[in-house]
């Protein structure tokens, strides 16, 4: 294990990135680790520290904190000192008790599942019922939150945008304190985008945040349909409830991806933007499918303050399988099995900027709370309007471009002249990734 396959593990960003807080000796008291255990006591908000116990053999993970994400946030952290060499042993290494105690009884069930590994159809059934009877609470406890989102947002409309300028650091804590107890991740990083918007000001920040509060008011409605209300069956479309389930922060491990479908194509690895958040580093890049017509994204994520390799190869073309995650547009994937790597070359594009954002629309139907998509357009040429920089097509028709290094590189390798573009685009500006040559040879420029 490594620090990037520790921190894959982590169930969403922001529990990477609490994790990755969290790694700092000076927390922790009690470690040690052997050839089976890793185990710490971490400092926490109350008198006592939180005990953590991690079963080495499959990484499973036990704390005594109150939180339902697993990993937790405590367990991701101790992980990542034991992967840095930071947790004493094995030497001398001596189990505490409630350790030992926890080990013990997951080897007991081990045993029990494999003395009884021709289990009755009586059995299965029980554990079916049971695993769905946990799913329901879950389920339960998701509602309620959107439910006192719902009166979030009411607050907010009531008092008017405005006053959200005046709401300080602990109102906005709590409030994504309350997601995080619904067992709603997404819900809760969405408040914490939206106190971004607000803190970082600036003149259109009403209507930025205006924005983000339309889009949680839509997932608070649409969450109930998608996830089934008082028992009853989810009501809205499969790949809508799937997005929507997504972006409330039901997630789904690599395990379950990998063993779902696979989409086998000539997949074009043209774009990437890196984030941070925290310690966590994060690479995200988006491929082009020749015969599926459809862009798909990966994602990477490091701790530490180290960028993380990209998950796919930058600038080439891969026949390769790839496993969608459910929901979202354009689809996060796994790679797959690779059968050949190549240059990109002949990228296809819209013809104009009018038919590509046209094209958008499905994409946008499918995730309306996806603020970031691929948009390129065939033989532009870079103009000044006002200013600011925009890519004009063959009809004249503009978009603005953000003026950066990418653009500067774009300039160098055409020389002035007309070059089909590719990039991401937010509803405002685009920001390039790459570009077209006469030819079809296809050059990076980010």
């Known amino acids: 294990m490594d620090v990037q396959a520790v921190l894959s593990l982590a169930p969403d960003a922001q529990v990477a990135s609490s994790g990755s807080k969290l790694a700092n000796p000076a927390k922790w008291s009690g470690s040690g680790h052997d050839g089976q255990a890793l185990w710490g006591l971490c400092a926490g908000s109350g008198k006592k520290p939180y005990q953590v116990c991690v079963d080495l053999s499959d990484r499973v993970s036990k704390c005594s904190c109150p939180s339902r994400k697993f990993p937790c946030k405590h367990a991701v952290a101790l992980q990542l000192l034991h992967v840095t060499g930071s947790v004493p042993g094995p030497e001398g290494a001596e189990r505490p008790e409630w350790a030992e105690e926890w080990l013990r009884r997951r080897q007991q069930?081990?045993?029990?599942?494999?003395?009884?590994?021709?289990?009755?159809?009586?059995d299965r059934q029980r554990r079916a019922a049971q695993r769905a009877r946990t799913a329901r609470a879950r389920q339960q406890k998701v509602l309620a939150g959107v439910a006192t989102l719902r009166d979030w947002l009411t607050d907010i409309a009531t008092a008017g945008i405005a006053e959200l300028g005046?709401?300080?650091?602990?109102?906005?804590?709590?409030?994504s304190a309350r997601m995080v107890d619904a067992q709603a991740p997404g819900l809760a990083s969405a408040i914490e985008e939206l106190h971004q918007v607000v803190s970082a000001g600036g003149d259109r920040w009403t209507e930025e945040a205006a924005d983000r509060l339309g889009?949680?008011?839509?997932?608070a409605v649409l969450a109930p349909a998608a996830l089934g209300e008082d028992g009853n069956a989810a009501t809205l479309p499969a790949g809508l409830a799937d997005t929507v389930r997504s972006r409330l922060g039901l997630t789904t491990s690599e395990d379950e991806v990998r063993a779902g479908e696979g989409w086998s194509d000539r997949w074009l690895v043209l774009l990437r933007r890196d984030s941070s958040a925290g310690r966590v580093q994060t690479v995200q890049q988006w491929a082009w499918g020749r015969e599926r017509r459809e862009w798909v994204t990966a994602v990477r994520h490091a701790g530490g303050g180290a960028l993380p390799a990209p998950p796919l190869p930058p600038g080439t073309e891969l026949t390769a399988v790839v496993h969608p995650y459910p929901g979202g547009a354009p689809r996060r994937v796994?790679?797959?099995?690779?059968?050949?790597?190549?240059?990109?070359?002949?990228?296809?594009?819209?013809?104009?900027?009018?038919?590509?954002l046209a094209g958008l629309e499905p994409l946008l139907c499918a995730d309306p709370w996806q603020r970031v998509h691929p948009l390129g357009s065939a033989a532009v040429r870079v103009a000044r309007a006002g200013n600011e920089f925009v890519l004009l097509d063959r009809t004249d028709r503009s978009i603005p471009v953000r003026a950066d290094t990418a653009l500067e590189r774009a300039l160098a390798v055409s020389g002035g002249a007309e070059f089909g573009a590719v990039g991401l685009w937010d509803g405002?500006?685009?920001r390039l990734g790459a570009i077209t040559r006469p030819g079809g040879e296809v050059e990076l420029v980010a």
Do not use: F, K
Request: proline share 5%.
């Open 109 to 122: 069930r081990r045993n029990t599942r494999s003395a009884s590994s021709d289990e009755s159809p009586e």
């Open 166 to 175: 005046e709401r300080d650091a602990s109102w906005w804590r709590t409030a």
């Open 215 to 219: 889009g949680l008011h839509l997932l």
């Open 334 to 356: 796994l790679l797959g099995e690779v059968t050949e790597q190549r240059p990109v070359h002949d990228l296809d594009l819209p013809a104009t900027w009018s038919e590509a």
């Open 428 to 430: 405002r500006e685009l």
